[in-house]
């Protein structure tokens, strides 16, 4: 009785093991299946077009400069198609010239104007340096080449308007605002300087600010309408040994979004006297006011890796008696998301309308379900319209470098594929001394149970 009680409480315990491996082989199966996906499984890139034996990378964004600024010209989007399709190695050495329209004027790592790895340098810009700059890199077998505009205006110049980088906000907002396109140059010790119009003095901290020495920004704590204007963040950089200005300017517009209109009565139009003598009410009439889009900000650059989601919100301000009749929409090239080329790859979320003050605020989504390299060509644009006016922002999509996240998930799902595997292993081979022995044990415990009852049997007959 013993041994068979014993036995029947072992097999469970071995269908259970046999159970709990079949598991683990199925995890490690689609952990297998998980990494080769993600390893092997990315589509391959569509190819560059061809020009003169060279293929071409889409132009850079076009850059616009101050005359006198030192000016740092980089190829983000070439450099970019290097990197996702693992052409040029690290050591790569590129040339770049100036398109004359005949041939390339090739430059030196030294003198005004100079060459270093993929930058151009001018110390300083000059007028005369405007004009389309290309980016070559070349080997045995391959030939990239990638494109830039550079336009460089005089302070004198009727086109220095197109330095002003454009913001909008509203009376009562808060503003903190970083000079922008610093990034290819070290500071100094010296604070950015702002500066307001043509004055010469930099603004004082305290009044309209600029913030701390490590982050340049010019913060307005309540925006009021006379301090929209024409604003000059100055940047202080050593280069080379000898110190060199830069500059941005940004245009700040501040609109109120309940302007009143005045209305006086037109006395003209009628000859009673008293009512011309008699005083008489000036009437408010509250305007209708355009929508204001808060985010994004115009010019905005939104990355991504290839592959990957991403998601675009659209918040426009705008008073609550207008906002059911205030339109909200994306547009992608000009055309609406469904008929556009994004249509089955990007949706256009519900509309959701808050009240944030005496405002409302309208968000509209836009998910873009997979990043493609077509998308850093799209025009992305978020319009808001009512019957006071339309406002509308352009956006610009990237695809980041996801070579680096590639690696770390890989080699997460190796070492818990590696993980599952030993379990499995040491589960499966594991020694079962123990209950070999406690089988053992029963076994003699049964046979000594046997011996002692043939034994009182035994006795029994005999004293009978």
């Given at each position: 009785m013993?041994?068979?009680?014993t036995?029947s409480?072992?097999?469970?315990v ?5 159970y709990?491996t079949?598991?683990?082989?199925r995890?490690?199966l689609?952990l297998?299946?998980v990494i ?5 499984g990315r ?12 293929h071409?990378v889409s ?7 101050a ?7 980089s190829?983000?989007f ?6 996702l399709?693992?052409?040029?190695p ?5 040339l ?6 005949t ?7 030294n003198?005004r104007?100079?060459q270093?790895?993929?930058q151009l340098?001018?110390l300083?810009g ?7 700059y290309?980016?070559t ?7 990239v080449?990638?494109?830039?505009r ?6 004198s ?10 913001i909008?906000?509203?009376?009562g907002?808060?503003?903190m ?8 140059f070290?500071k100094t010790?010296?604070?950015?300087e702002?500066y307001?119009d043509s004055?010469?003095?930099a603004?004082q ?8 020495r ?5 913060i ?8 929209a ?11 080379n040994g ?8 940004i245009?700040l517009?501040?609109e109120?979004?309940?302007p ?7 006395l003209?139009?009628?000859s ?6 008699s ?7 509250p ?7 808060i985010?994004?900000?115009n ?7 290839h592959g ?24 992608v ?10 249509d ?7 509309r959701?309308v808050s ?19 077509e ?10 319209q009512n ?15 996801s ?12 070492s818990?594929?590696l ?15 123990k ?9 003699q415990?049964s ?11 035994s ?6």
């Amino acid at each position: 009785m013993l041994l068979q009680s014993t036995l029947s409480s072992h097999l469970p315990v071995r269908h259970t093991r046999l159970y709990d491996t079949a598991i683990m082989v199925r995890l490690a199966l689609l952990l297998g299946l998980v990494i080769i996906e993600h390893v092997y499984g990315r589509p391959p890139l569509p190819p560059l077009p061809m020009e003169d034996g060279c293929h071409q990378v889409s132009p850079e964004v076009e850059l616009f400069r101050a005359d006198g600024d030192a000016v740092i010209l980089s190829f983000p989007f070439f450099k970019r198609q290097l990197t996702l399709r693992k052409i040029a190695p690290p050591t790569a050495r590129y040339l770049i010239t100036k398109d004359n329209g005949t041939e390339g004027e090739a430059f030196e790592s030294n003198g005004r104007v100079q060459q270093h790895d993929e930058q151009l340098w001018f110390l300083p810009g000059q007028a005369s340096d405007s004009g389309v700059y290309n980016c070559t890199y070349r080997n045995e077998t391959y030939c990239v080449t990638g494109s830039i505009r550079l336009y460089v205006y005089e302070s004198s110049s009727s086109d220095i308007k197109k330095l002003y980088h454009p913001i909008s906000v509203i009376v009562g907002e808060k503003l903190m605002y970083r000079c922008p396109s610093l990034s290819n140059f070290n500071k100094t010790d010296r604070l950015i300087e702002w500066y307001k119009d043509s004055s010469s003095t930099a603004i004082q901290i305290g009044r309209v600010s600029s913030s701390s020495r490590d982050s340049g920004q010019l913060i307005i704590p309540a925006v009021k309408r006379s301090h929209a204007g024409v604003y000059t963040c100055q940047l202080s950089t050593l280069i080379n040994g000898q110190q060199y200005k830069v500059s941005r300017t940004i245009l700040l517009k501040v609109e109120d979004l309940y302007p009143e209109v005045t209305t006086v009565p037109d006395l003209s139009m009628t000859s009673d006297p008293e009512l011309i003598s008699s005083s008489y009410d000036i009437v408010h009439t509250p305007m209708i006011h355009p929508p204001v889009i808060i985010s994004p900000r115009n010019g905005s650059i939104f990355e991504s890796p290839h592959g990957s989601g991403l998601e675009l919100l659209c918040k426009v301000l705008t008073e609550c008696q207008m906002a059911d009749s205030t339109m909200v929409t994306w547009l992608v090239n000009g055309q609406s998301v469904e008929s556009s080329y994004l249509d089955g790859r990007a949706l256009q979320g519900g509309r959701r309308v808050s009240k944030v003050s005496e405002s409302c605020h309208i968000e509209l989504m836009l998910v873009v379900v997979a990043m493609t390299d077509e998308d850093m060509k799209t025009e992305m644009k978020c319009v808001t319209q009512n019957e006071g006016g339309r406002q509308e922002v352009v956006i610009q999509l990237q695809l980041e470098d996801s070579t680096s996240t590639w690696l770390v998930v890989a080699a997460v799902a190796v070492s818990c594929f590696l993980t599952v595997v030993s379990i499995f292993l040491y589960v499966l081979f594991k020694p079962q001394r123990k209950k070999k022995m406690d089988y053992i044990l029963a076994r003699q415990s049964s046979t000594i149970y046997s011996s002692a009852s043939e034994y009182m049997s035994s006795t029994d007959r005999d004293l009978l």
